[in-house]
């Protein structure tokens, strides 16, 4: 089982099921989103994600382009969100209260990483999109 909060706890989950590894974008969007060098996101499978609290109040912000997140409006903290697909979540690796127990599999975007960044924690390395897309 691994938990899953924001900071105020208006969303909390668990995990039952397999996630998958962590993919890491470092686009400029994803550091404005988080107000950090970027965000590290992993996936699991829509059946495998259990709502504790929440997930009423959570917003979603989505650019023209179709890029979108989804966040807890009381605090800020960037919330798992379904993919198109509807098979996945994909969830932000730091609203995670418990070890994942996977690592970095990719790092994408890094051809535009902040010129105060530095990849780090292994993985595969990519200037823009990697050969999977679904999980930015
Ligand atoms: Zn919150
Ligand atoms: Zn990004």
Known sequence: MIRGSCLCGGFQFEIDGRVSDLHRCHCS???????????????????SLRWISGPEGIRE??????????FCPTCGTPAPRQ??????????????????????????????IASWDAVSGGGAEYDEWGPEHESS
């Open 29 to 47: 969007v994803c550091r404005k989103a988080t107000g950090a060098g970027g965000i590290a996101v992993l996936a699991t499978a829509t059946k």
């Open 61 to 70: 912000f989505q650019r023209e382009s179709g890029w979108s997140a989804a």
């Open 83 to 112: 993919h198109p697909n509807g098979k996945i979540w994909s969830i932000p690796a730091g609203c995670l209260d418990d070890d994942p127990g996977t690592r970095v599999a990719e790092h994408i975007f890094v051809g535009s």
